[in-house]
């Protein structure tokens, strides 16, 4: 982890992770710290939040703002990740629909969650993600997990649901269809975003849903985690209500996981550094 002795001045890391959503990081001392996001320095006279030492997860729906820091009294060290969050593989992933006739899969990294009824017949769309091998062991202490979508496209107001699989193992070859997809075990836990027109991004809390895949049987190092992405509600006649997220954008769209220690799991590699 990179590090950054705190003074009265606003602080910040120059080399967050592009993109960033979540930001996981450390503070130690014994002074009083404060923070707030910004896409530049902010004014010495700009207010802040009060945040105690410890291990945190800083989150902001606006892409390019960025946590800044400062002490107000003592002495403090923020500690951060410069490169965090596990990519999706883009070579697997995609969406399974069904309209009715056709219940298939297509694998791509542009991918539709959601109803589409503007066309004569409504179609069904349910996301899989999956990332490589996510170097997770069974016993590691998770602190806090999210997932972060690239949203090339939505519309306000819909319920999108996630779904942890249950496997310790890729599932990329069962899932050939919408029925096969929904017919995997899924994880008692979900997480739940809803829409809005314009976003670029969204970002849910998985945490429950990564400890409850830590206890599959065969969970290992080596295990990718897995994801079924729906839309809770139903087709609006006429209209195509569907959210395409942008699995290619791995900048964005990814998993992170900060440890208990204070560690997040590297990108893409499966470790922790």
Known sequence: MASISLSSTWQSATDWPANAAWFPVRLTGTGSV???????QPSSNAAGIPIDAGTHYLGTPFLGHVPWFRVTSGTA???????????MDVDVVGHAYDDGTVDTFAQTDLISVGFDDSASTATEYAGFLITPAAGLSSIAGVYKAA???SMSSMVSSRTLRVYGLEYASSQASSVTSLTALQGLTKTTAYAEAVTAAGARVLVLDITTIIEELQGVSSWSTSSPIQLMIEDTGTAATGLDTLAAIDAGDTTTTKVAILMDDGSELGTGVGEIP
Do not use: C, K, N, Q
């Not at 404060?34 to 530049?40: D, G, H, I, M």
């Not at 060290?77 to 990519?87: M, Q, W």
């Open 147 to 149: 997932l972060t979508l």
């Open 77 to 87: 060290t923020l500690y951060y990740e410069s490169d965090s969050g596990l990519p």
């Open 34 to 40: 404060e923070f707030r996001f910004a896409p530049v």
